[in-house]
Every structure is written in structure tokens, then in C-alpha cells.
């Protein structure tokens, strides 16, 4: 919970972040860039290759 010290709001970093970067963050971060890659190497042997 955020405090007021002389007239100053004071959070930790988490409560400033408003969030966790946690596991499941992380999870969904590597899946998407690994799905993007596919797309885009599809995309790539599908269009470019001869």
C-alpha cells in the first residue's frame, strides 16, 4: 500500500510496476517471439523460396 512521506507518495517497485514480472510473463514473452519466428520463416519458405 503506498505511504505519504512530507507531502510525497512512496511505493515499493513492485507497487510502482503495478504488476509482477513473474514465470508466466517470461512464458508468454518466449512463446510469442518463438510463434513470430514461425510465422515469419513461413512466410519466408513459402513466398522466397525457389
Not at 7 to 33: K, M, Y
Request: charged content about 15%.
Amino acid at each position: 500500500m503506498p505511504t505519504k512521506e512530507n507531502g510525497h507518495i512512496v511505493e515499493t517497485a513492485v507497487e510502482a510496476r503495478a504488476g509482477f514480472r513473474d514465470r508466466p510473463v517470461a512464458v508468454v514473452l518466449v512463446v510469442s517471439t518463438a510463434c513470430v519466428v514461425v510465422a515469419f520463416a513461413a512466410v519466408y519458405f513459402g513466398f522466397f523460396s525457389s
